[in-house]
T-cell receptor
Framework: NAGVTQTPKFQVLKTGQSMTLQCAQDMNHNSMYWYRQDPGMGLRLIYYSASEGTTDKGEVPNGYNVSRLNKREFSLRLESAAPSQTSVYFC??????????????FGDGTRLSIL | AQSVAQPEDQVNVAEGNPLTVKCTYSVSGNPYLFWYVQYPNRGLQFLLKYITGDNLVKGSYGFEAEFNKSQTSFHLKKPSALVSDSALYFCAVRDPYNTDKLIFGTGTRLQVFP
């Protein structure tokens, strides 16, 4: 049981390049999330998907797009990478349960550097 | 605004001593509270949660947390720290206006010295 799998684990891009970060979960969860983690700022939500076919903006959506390909997969795309997007990106999933009483499960992250 | 505060960037404790990592919250209604731990180069791992009921919640790896409604706090505790407990700890609260979402604190680094 792999849980939440993110690919790639590391990536270096040049400013202006595009890239898609992949995430897949095998826990049959309805909700999936993309966060970025920066020093001293905790986790900030970029986008989330409450169910297959739906996506919504989080706290810091600018410069990103997402696709909920099916129930298992939720990808994050940087169309034109900028140095400010250098960060560690985490994907998470959850079965929200009754009013959000279930925890989120996280992948091990993608470490992205934009030069 | 709904928020979570972790007032200490770092907590240092000697192995074998009790540890406390502090968390306070500000949300509307009854809070759903969570603690997560992050080891180097890994994702966040769920430790424990408070939804309702007993104010003392027990979780993984010997950790527990005490919910205090009057002080709007949810401090993480462990009676006897281990060097292997050294990690980054995050407190989170469910967003009452969108229950699919969590609001995270900025994290507290716990350093346990031998």
């Amino acid at each position: 049981n792999a849980g939440v799998t993110q690919t790639p684990k590391f990536q270096v891009l040049k400013t202006g390049q595009s890239m898609t970060l992949q995430c897949a979960q095998d826990m049959n969860h309805n909700s999936m999330y993309w966060y970025r983690q920066d020093p001293g700022m905790g986790l900030r939500l970029i986008y989330y998907s409450a169910s297959e076919g739906t996506t919504d903006k989080g706290e810091v959506p600018n410069g990103y797009n997402v696709s909920r390909l099916n129930k298992r997969e939720f990808s994050l795309r940087l169309e034109s990478a900028a140095p400010s997007q250098t960060s560690v990106y985490f994907c998470a999933s959850s079965y929200p349960g009754t009013g959000g009483n279930q925890p989120q499960h996280f992948g091990d992250g993608t470490r992205l550097s934009i030069l | 605004a709904q928020s979570v505060a972790q007032p200490e960037d770092q907590v240092n404790v000697a192995e074998g001593n009790p540890l406390t990592v502090k968390c306070t919250y500000s949300v509307s209604g009854n809070p759903y509270l969570f603690w997560y731990v992050q080891y180097p180069n890994r994702g966040l791992q769920f430790l424990l949660k408070y939804i309702t009921g007993d104010n003392l919640v027990k979780g993984s790896y010997g950790f527990e947390a005490e919910f205090n409604k009057s002080q709007t706090s949810f401090h993480l505790k462990k009676p006897s720290a281990l060097v292997s407990d050294s990690a980054l700890y995050f407190c989170a609260v469910r967003d009452p206006y969108n229950t699919d979402k969590l609001i995270f604190g900025t994290g507290t680094r716990l350093q346990v010295f031998p």
